[in-house]
């Protein structure tokens, strides 16, 4: 077999507490306007006949202590705490009962966005790549397994920037639960390990600025912070 041109990066990879081994990244799915508030904040509608999805890259993706520049190209960057979702077997066309079995762990994580940019590209009916899918635009905390932690609707959701909350609400507000989801997002992929769901983010997205500590955590899981250099 001829050798490659060049070298790519290799794969990020997420620790997972109490393991050795890290959780390399694939591909990473997620869910739009998947809280109502947050919908509403935005101006628009929640469409309840089923979930919606974008995606975004792993070389793009950080690890939770990351400090990054603030992006080219945008005025308005915008912070967006989820509940991430780590795939741990094949699964395809799932039942209710095989998409819980096929989630390996959870984390928090962040979907940063350039939302001037997703906007415009909206308006025009045109792909929200340049807004989504940034260099250092998806952080991961370290993941814990599905067997020590289960997402009922009493957990909390929360972000605070410059030690200011953003964003505060519960799992309860997830229209799209999560083997929901996964049964619906599995009609239409081959999910397999390394797959990663961004849930959605509830109320509360707002603007930060260069030299801002991003802070998030979910109950029971652990944290995730994000320092955007001066």
Request: net charge negative; glycine share 8%; proline share 8%.
């Amino acid at each position: 077999m001829p050798d490659n041109l060049f070298s790519l990066p290799d794969p990020i990879s997420i620790p997972v507490e109490g393991v050795e081994a890290t959780y390399p990244v694939g591909r990473i799915f997620c869910v739009g306007r998947n809280y109502a508030a947050h919908a509403a904040e935005m101006g628009n509608e929640v469409d309840r006949e089923a979930p919606f999805y974008f995606t975004k890259s792993a070389p793009n993706a950080v690890l939770s202590g990351a400090t990054v520049p603030y992006p080219p190209g945008t005025e308005n960057f915008h912070h967006e705490m989820e509940l991430a979702v780590a795939i741990g077997k094949s699964v395809f066309r799932a039942n209710s009962a095989e998409a819980m079995e096929a989630v390996y762990a959870y984390g928090c994580a962040l979907d940063m966005t350039r939302r001037d940019l997703q906007i415009r590209e909206r308006n025009k009916q045109r792909p929200w790549d340049l807004g989504k899918d940034l260099e250092n635009g998806t952080v991961f905390a370290p993941l814990t397994r599905s067997a020590d932690w289960a997402p009922s609707d009493s957990k909390r959701i929360h972000l605070s920037v410059n030690g200011e909350v953003r964003q505060d609400a519960t799992l309860e507000e997830l229209i799209w639960k999560i083997d929901e989801i996964i049964c619906h997002l599995s009609g239409f992929y081959h999910l397999r390990p390394g797959d990663l769901i961004l849930t959605g983010t509830p109320a509360g997205v707002g603007p930060v600025q260069a030299g801002d500590v991003l802070e998030g955590g979910i109950d029971g899981l652990q944290p995730i912070s994000l320092s955007l250099a001066p």
